[in-house]
C-alpha cells in the first residue's frame, strides 16, 4: 500500500468521526428536551449545559472533519 492510498484510508476513516458527532449533537438535544419536558421548571437553568455538550460534540466532528481534510490535501 502506497501513502497516498493509506492517507485516504485514513481519511475516510477520520470521516467516520464526523457522523459520529452529529449522533452526538442529536443525543445531547434529544436528552435536553426529554428533561424539559419532565420538569419544564428546570429547563432554563439546564440550557447552559445544552449549549456546553453541543459545542464540545460539535467540536469532535469539525476537528476529525479537518484532519480527514489534512490527510487528502496535504
Known sequence: ???TAAALLGA???????GLAALGV???FAS?????LRNPG???AQQGRLF?????AELLGLLAF???????FR
Open 1 to 3: 500500500m502506497d501513502a
Open 42 to 44: 428546570a429547563a432554563d
Open 52 to 56: 456546553i455538550g453541543f459545542a464540545a
Open 12 to 18: 475516510g476513516l477520520a470521516a467516520i468521526g464526523a
Open 32 to 36: 435536553f428536551l426529554e428533561g424539559a
Open 66 to 72: 479537518v484532519i480527514a481534510v489534512l490527510l487528502i
Open 26 to 28: 442529536g443525543n445531547v
